[in-house]
């Protein structure tokens, strides 16, 4: 065997080897139970950074481990491959979206099959394929057909000089467009939704659901909660003063609805202009126009003082019978609720500093305690707790919570208004005026209006002729040869829809195409994915904690709806993984980042100004220069140790900082293992005898706590740091061991070798084949834990047959009778010599001896 460790060698030889063996594919073994190890899929960026390599290997280990334990296992990739960057390099370089995207595909998986991930690429997806996007425009039929896909007006970033729709990412922080540096402004475009919330109850579905997820980072679960945001109160209503229509409010507060003195319109609220009254005309609309080029973010920002104008109309609250004045103001949403609230001031803190600074009355409606009445008139700030009514009414002197209930039956009994559930989610917006995207398969005809594209007329395919030009309507709408076909009802001359969709919809759904991955006749065979579905392992970033998670969990209750699957969630236990941080050296007077090649360690001071430089640890990226290229890594220390690395470095939910020095630290521990088996040669013959056996009890018990404690590790919280540990202390023991040509440290070096597989799975298969097996050692079973061999006190145990004393063995001082006959029986002394005879009676003599009774 070679001395030398070398990985560039060696990972070569066995990821080719396991191709061929085709060890990577999924197992259709059904006897078998299932273990789906998934990581979220990337985007075709060009380039894998840590953060994937991280994501990566975590899902790798644990695919590895289940295959060891017994499970069939699938552990698929695929690309996420929709989306802006390819549009930009389109724009930026000339080159086609899908010759880009392909490019880059190509160049990751090979960076991805370097690592020697267990994936099965025949399984891949891609979803930019129109043999993907074929069945997410089919599942957008099927969702139309259910009624949970509609139109309506909804406001768009547009920009005024390239006359172009903008996505977010393409207006900066000032509300300027990245290309033309126009002041963005907000436009009304009709636009393709998905009810995410008021249809069949799904938002209160995906509420309840999280409890199911046991599995779950409870943070992840909370922050869905709070994006779904629940909320129990009341709509009630206001007359408007000389006209007949009211306006309608949502309140989580009833108890305070005689403390209203004023409500609140969205500017952009349709009955806006009607209510104003002459004198406030020009103010209003200048208002509206202002607010119109500003974004949601910038208008509801929590920092940002609160704009309002008077309107001068009034509405009656029906409550007091009182006329009180109609705002409006840039923190109420159209989109949002009623696109109207109540003013409370008294009782709400954004309301209370609005007032202030309007001068708006404030009446106090709720107070801590009966003795606190007539102190509660000289507020310093809002009181929001609960307390006792007063200046309401019937309702004086009840609690606030129980007035809130009062108060809404009263409503209803009046008629202007009743008990309603909200919820803080909205309808997706899913229409995208880009061209890289799945067009959205309708076709618009004058006389039958939207009509869905036929089944078998799927895919719409993406036109390749097409020029960017960053400017004018959405691509697609340029391209008149594409937009204009007949009506499939009607045949009359008509307009396909030039939107494409959101591409979270490509990955709300990729994880049921893998288990049937090449099926061209249906979206999946529905008892494929129910078999292997839901995913047992999700691993992923946080960032993909609210909106893809969410948005897959809604796919999977309406394709559950619809028949398709028999499954109400679709990832049993998810993990989210930390991030990867490089050392940042930053000057602190400049602001500027300096590369770490260009830094003295010991100084630590800016090459050109020799001003001290600030330095501490965060997640890589290029404008800060503290990136460590994989490729590098790899090049230098082999897949092996940077997965070795990874893991050891820290918990994998946690933050990692890379640290040359301990990447160097798992090269020399790989190089030790090698060292060990190099200089080991099994020699099974050597039959241990009871004295060599008790000086080698702990040798076992090293072996088997190592045995214990990675599985645990691995199959608990996925501590793989700990896991790493443990191998070290095990190579460690061996290392110590005086006799290296006995059965117990060979079997010590096997278990070494089968416990390093999932991390360091090339060097394992080579150091498995070095100790003589020929098969790999990633088919073999993972070592079985000897609780005997963990205990510490041991007694000899006296083996007879037929009375005469043939041998000993030695088994842990406190095993019971039944447990004593068990490890006489599986003794070699005993089974050499009963020989197959019938045994008629045991007779067990507990801390002393076992006799067989043959015949
Ligand atoms: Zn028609």
């Known amino acids: 065997m070679e001395s030398r460790y070398n990985p560039a060698a060696i990972e070569e030889k066995w990821q080719q080897a396991w191709a061929e063996l085709g060890l990577d594919q999924t197992s259709t073994n059904t006897d078998k139970p299932k273990f789906y190890a998934l990581s979220m899929f990337p985007y075709p960026s060009g380039s894998l950074h840590m953060g994937h390599v991280r994501n990566y290997v975590i899902t790798d280990v644990i695919a590895r481990l289940k295959r060891m334990q ?69 599942i957008f039929l099927q969702f139309l057909k259910a009624g949970l896909a509609y139109q309506k007006e909804a406001a768009v970033n547009w920009d005024p000089i390239d006359q172009t729709v903008l996505a977010n990412e393409q207006v900066d922080n000032e509300g300027r467009s990245w290309r033309s540096g126009a002041k963005v402004e907000r436009k009304l475009l009709r636009q393709w939704f998905l009810k995410i919330t008021d249809y069949a109850d799904y938002a209160e579905e995906l509420l309840n659901d999280l409890d199911k997820l046991t599995g779950w980072p409870e943070r992840v679960k909370l922050m869905q909660a709070n994006w779904i945001g629940k909320s129990v109160g009341a709509y009630l209503e206001f007359p408007i003063v000389g006209m007949e229509e009211k306006i309608g409010v949502y309140t989580t507060r009833p108890d305070t609805v005689y403390g209203v003195t004023y409500i609140v319109l969205a500017p952009e609220h349709p009955l806006t202009r009607r209510l104003t009254t002459p004198d406030h005309q020009a103010a209003v609309e200048a208002f509206i126009q202002e607010v119109s080029s500003q974004s949601e973010l910038e208008r509801t920002a929590e920092d940002k003082p609160k704009r309002g104008i008077p309107t001068g109309g009034k509405v009656v ?198 288990p049937d991955a090449n099926n061209d006749q249906q979206v999946f065979d529905s008892a494929k994915t129910n078999d292997w579905m839901p995913v047992d392992q999700y691993v992923g970033g946080i960032e993909h904690a609210i909106l893809h998670l969410l948005y897959s969990r809604f796919f999977t209750k309406v394709l559950r709806d619809s028949g398709l699957l028999n499954f109400d969630e679709p990832f049993q236990r998810l993990l989210t993984q930390g991030m990867v941080q490089g050392i940042t050296y930053k000057n602190p007077v400049t602001g500027k980042y300096i590369p770490p090649a260009q830094v003295n360690p010991a ?171 020929t098969d790999s050692v990633h088919t073999q ?36 009778k039944q447990a004593l006959e068990q490890y006489a029986r599986e003794s070699e002394v005993a089974q050499r010599h009963i020989d197959g005879k019938e045994i008629k009676k045991v007779i067990v003599v507990p801390g002393k001896l076992v006799n067989f009774v043959v015949g």
Request: with cysteine; glycine share 6%; aromatic share 10%.
């Open 70 to 138: 017994g499970y069939r296992v699938l552990h698929p990739m695929g690309w996420d491959a929709f989306g802006l960057p390819a549009e930009n390099a389109a724009l930026d370089r000339g080159i086609p979206p899908a010759k880009w995207t392909y490019q880059n595909i190509d160049q990751m998986r090979q960076q991805l099959q370097r690592l020697g991930l267990s994936i099965d690429w025949k399984r891949e997806v891609t979803t930019c394929s129109p043999d993907y996007y074929k069945w997410t425009q089919w």
């Open 317 to 514: 609250n029906p409550f007091t019978e009182e006329e009180i004045p109609i705002t409006i103001a840039d923190y109420v949403l159209y989109e949002y609720g009623t696109g109207a609230v109540m003013g409370v001031p008294a009782h709400d803190t954004r309301d209370f500093q609005f007032a202030k600074a309007k001068q708006l009355p404030i009446t106090v409606v709720i107070v801590p305690t009966d003795t606190a009445v007539n102190e509660a008139i000289a507020l310093k700030e809002a009181y929001t707790e609960p307390g006792i009514v007063i200046n309401s009414g019937r309702f004086n002197g009840m609690v606030s919570t129980d007035a809130k209930e009062a108060i809404i039956k009263y409503a209803q009994s009046q008629g202007f208004g009743k008990a309603r559930v909200q919820y803080r989610l909205r309808d997706w917006l899913i229409s995208r005026q880009r061209y890289w995207g799945a067009p959205i398969p309708v076709i618009h005809c004058p006389s039958c209006g939207t009509v869905p594209v036929p089944e078998q007329d799927l895919p719409v395919r993406l036109p390749d002729d097409i020029t960017f030009t960053g400017r004018g309507p959405s691509p697609l709408a340029q391209l008149d040869n594409w937009v204009n076909v007949p009506c499939p009802t009607c045949g009359t001359q008509a307009k396909r829809e030039t939107d494409t969709m959101d591409t979270f919809i490509d990955s709300s759904w990729y994880f049921l195409r893998y």
């Open 603 to 773: 100084e630590q001071k800016d090459p050109e100004t020799g001003e001290p430089l600030q330095v501490f640890y965060e997640k890589m990226s290029k404008s800060k220069y503290n990136g460590v290229e994989p490729q590098e890594v790899l090049g230098k220390y082999g897949a092996d140790t940077a997965r070795m690395f990874i893991l050891f470095k820290a918990p994998p939910e946690k933050d990692l900082e890379w640290e040359d020095a301990d990447v160097e630290g798992q090269f020399r521990f790989l190089n030790r293992v090698w060292r060990l088996v190099a200089e080991f040669s099994p020699q099974p013959s050597v039959v241990s005898n009871q004295s060599s056996a008790a000086k080698e009890k702990d040798l076992r018990r090293a072996i088997h706590t190592a045995i214990k404690e990675v599985t645990e590790d691995l199959e608990g919280e996925y501590q793989f740091n700990t896991a790493v540990s443990e191998l070290m202390k095990l190579s460690n023991a061996l290392a110590d061991a005086k006799r290296k040509d006995s059965p117990v440290y060979t079997e010590g070096i096997k278990t070494l070798i089968l416990l390093l597989a999932p991390f360091a799975p090339h060097v394992a298969d080579e150091l498995w084949h070095k100790i003589g097996h």
């Open 781 to 816: 079973i993972w070592p079985k834990l000897d609780p005997a061999a963990l205990v510490a006190d041991e007694i000899t145990l006296v083996i007879q047959i037929m009375g005469k004393t043939r041998g000993t063995i030695q088994v842990p001082a406190q095993a019971d």
